[in-house]
């Protein structure tokens, strides 16, 4: 499957990740495709995510603090808005519709995967800028675009997932954030970004953010 | 006149403050409540409080990322979302209104007392944690509040800016962040926190917060 | 094994973290005491490490960087130069020794268990405060010292690494460190920190950090 | 006077700051120059110039937390050491000689202009990279060498003052800053850095922190 048009820096770091199919192709995700995925697998997932979920919102929450212009600022604090008062509240009612409650939620402990690629999207920002964290950010925020496109249609007990993620809002927050991320590394790096040193140093990042998101499905498929 | 009902901290900080008066009563706000204050110093004055909701706005977000709980990540991501896309748009027009526009607000070269003030409450919250950045943010946002209240019904020209402070909306804000504040304390330090050496250091965050606004008047009344 | 004395929140913290005794005898642990562990392993073992000290030299300099007093600045500096300049560089060296070169060194990629303990100490840093840097890097200094104490002796393949931490440079490092938290965790929460919600979290830190290294010994198990 | 040889980036940004004459030739440092500061300025200015040297510090161990290569967290943190061993002990001794003991040190009062441009520093490292605090820290690292060159052998009661700062061993450190600067630059954006957008955000952070190294000098003069 080519690259969804998420604009340029996507389809260049997605090509130099050698990872990235491990990513979208995962056994976890192959077994959201074809519905074989066991429940108690979905919702360990399920837990792990509601703490990654905070994490996201505080690293999207980090971007807006360091960015650089109006529109970042608004782009980044539109996300967090929608993360923090209407995805995390979806994500409770979701979590309460299979059994676990808002206190059995709070009480799941943190997997090490989890750990792992939260907090190096975290660190990423803090220790680097803007563009680090965005590129750290997005094969979480792409990759599930790319995956929810893919699964489209695949019906079975997670077509509620697939359809959250190949429906056209989060479509469009991916062609939005990719837009950002573009708009950024012009902003910083002038057009031929992507033959300066910085553009392998951010190449990278997406790359090990990708293969700790391999580690966050395992972690789903393991019940680790 | 007594401290609003902005909670525990705000009351306590406050009269730990001795800079406190000399910040409210400013000639700077004094002239804004009797209408001396000449369009010049206002116009100057508005100029870089533009620059300076750019900051401020950044440092709610690094409120949202430092927050331990969802219900301190919402409050901290509901303000930056209400400054980024209500209170800055709105700020461009009312200076397109008195003739200065988006460019020339961009143009805006920052004043040291505004660097002063915005690049401590930032490196308070990068360097500290959530709890102090909220005593570095205070003295603005209930400081604004505090002195809303004691202009109301002023009238004269500058009884627009008057409104917005004195309002509904703003004092609700304020006891919001006042909450907000004494449950982060709470939560973090216990029912006793105010005997404790960090309490000392929160107010001493405050009390610098506060002479760095008394500069913020002072560079509206001096022009520079 | 009793808790060696390395002061007093270490000794709280170590109780109350149910991980400890998976973390200080871990199999990657007895294989070193008993001279098991393949050399495989131990190179694997060797290599992250040299990445591990990196990020670890990188958290006490952001704890000089969030130092609040003169002793916390110059402590936390005397361990990153110690680190850069001669525990680094000592690394090299052992690792040439063993066939490893520079480039070798440098063309490691991290693993996983490695991305997640790292940037958890460093976020924890970042996100909070010196304590809380502090509690989520004791498990590494302080851990090591007390399994240096506890294979003091075996001898083996593997008796200069054990000896390094046993030794006595080692060992006063530990009673530096603890003395250091202790001593921060009084400037900042007082005598009775124990008893404060904060206490708990930092308990959380350590406990949480705890695991990660158990982690670190189970990928130099693994190979991977 | 033509540039001091500290690098291609120092010179760069010299040439584009329109206030690099304006702090390098302050009444202040005139002052010192020809031996007409008067005595109480000096002093007001050692005692802020404390305060100063604790961030000062800060910012160095913050570049080390912040470096990408094991070369550039070697300097800075050479530099935090030098800053938190030597340099500070100096400082107090010196302060000691002219009858400030360290209790009233530490009791100093942070004036706004030193609040300005050491918060400026350390925000910039914080929500910026490694670059982005170069940038800010240079105008006082190289600053300093060249009015210490400027003023060589001027004589007077500010001789030792003079002498510290056109020393070999100073002018040896300056040197080296502006090497890592060049090489932090060619790293990250390889060598035609100075026609990005990049360089213009970096240039200004340097004439940014000019300007606040000029209201530095100013707090000297003005006793506030």
């Known amino acids: 499957m080519?690259?969804?048009?998420y604009g340029c820096a996507f389809s260049l770091w997605r090509d130099q990740t050698p990872a990235w199919r491990a990513y979208t192709h995962h056994p976890f995700v192959e077994g959201l495709r074809t519905?074989?995925?066991p429940r108690a697998n979905f919702l360990h997932y399920l837990r792990q995510d509601y703490i990654f979920l905070i994490h996201f919102a505080r690293a999207w929450?980090?971007?807006a603090a360091k960015g650089e212009t109006l529109a970042e600022i608004q782009a980044a604090s539109a996300?967090?808005?929608a993360l923090a008062h209407v995805e995390m509240p979806l994500h409770v009612q979701i979590c309460a519709r299979e059994g676990i409650d808002a206190a059995a939620l709070e009480a799941t402990e943190e997997a090490?995967?989890?750990v792992a690629y939260t907090r190096y999207v975290l660190e990423s920002g803090y220790s680097g800028g803007f563009l680090d964290l965005m590129a750290a950010l997005a094969p979480c925020v792409l990759g599930y675009g790319e995956i929810g496109l893919r699964l489209k249609g695949s019906g079975g007990p997670y077509a509620d997932w697939i359809n959250t993620y190949a429906g056209h809002d989060y479509q469009g927050l991916c062609r939005d954030v990719g837009t950002l991320i573009d708009g950024a590394l012009l902003h910083r790096l002038g057009p031929d970004w992507a033959s300066l040193p910085r553009a392998g140093h951010l190449s990278q990042r997406f790359a090990t953010a990708t293969r700790l998101e391999v580690g966050f499905w395992q972690m789903?498929?393991?019940?680790?």
């Not at 789903?220 to 680790?224: H, Q, T, V």
């Open 112 to 114: 090490p995967a989890n």
């Open 2 to 5: 080519s690259a969804p048009d």
């Open 35 to 37: 519905g074989s995925l």
């Open 220 to 224: 789903g498929l393991d019940l680790r």
């Open 61 to 63: 929450a980090l971007a």
């Open 79 to 81: 996300t967090v808005q």
